[in-house]
């Protein structure tokens, strides 16, 4: 029943800062796990089902790029062939459908964790702290809409690179992916100096009640 509490409030439809649970945590972590382990397994598979003839073209996945551009997507779904392109959907498919929850859900229990622990010893900073929740919301947000796209300009590659719908759709995927990784990478720091000041507050604590006794 726990579990199910916190998926309900992981996935927005609740209130995101009950999601607590150690156990949905380890949960979270397992299915990233099994995921990440099938996203190798099938990037793998789908390299080796890519044709070479274009051997300018990057055979990586979108989701691992850093933005990327109309003609390069053009000739890497080229490279790929039909069955690449399932391969890659397979892929979304699992990100959209497991991995973005498992991923939110699991850094939320941190998140929250860290910031009920900075209210019950330093109310002050309890703001900052219950705004950081919001970062693997934020993630996950930018990673499915990168999703939506990615799927949509795989469906419906255009025959040019020059096509003006599709190019729109490859600049909207360009732009959730650079907004993902950016907030992925400036959260980190983030998180490392929020659990080192967790740590500090919490052996502070500790020796103010042994000093009291």
């Known amino acids: 029943m ?69 003609a390069e997507v053009h000739s890497t779904l080229q490279a790929w062939g039909m069955r690449g392109r399932l391969l890659y959907l397979i892929i979304e498919l699992l990100d959209g459908a497991l991995y973005i929850f498992a991923f939110r859900g699991a850094f939320l229990v941190l998140y ?32 499915m809409l990168e999703n939506m796209a990615h799927v949509i300009m795989t469906l419906h590659m255009a025959t040019t690179s020059t096509s003006f719908a599709w190019i729109l759709i490859v600049r909207f995927g360009s732009t959730m992916n650079t907004l993902k990784w950016t907030a992925f990478y400036l959260c980190q720091p983030l998180f490392f100096v929020q659990a080192l000041a967790v740590f500090i507050m919490v052996v502070g604590a500790a020796c103010r009640i042994r000093k009291q006794e």
Do not use: Q, W
Not at 8 to 23: E, L, P, Q, Y
Not at 35 to 58: P, T, W
Not at 112 to 137: F, G
């Open 2 to 70: 726990v579990l199910v509490e916190n998926l309900f409030h992981s996935t927005g439809a609740g209130s995101h800062r009950k999601v607590i649970d150690i156990g949905f945590f380890f949960l979270c972590c397992g299915i990233m796990l099994i995921c990440s382990l099938f996203f190798a397994i099938l990037e793998d598979e789908l390299i080796s089902a890519s044709s070479l003839k274009n051997e300018a073209a990057r055979l990586d996945i979108f989701d691992r790029r850093f933005g990327y551009g109309a």
């Open 112 to 143: 929250n964790r860290m910031a009920n622990v900075i209210e019950d010893l330093h109310p002050k900073l309890s703001l900052i702290a219950h705004a950081m929740t919001y970062i693997p919301i934020l993630i996950g947000f930018f990673d």
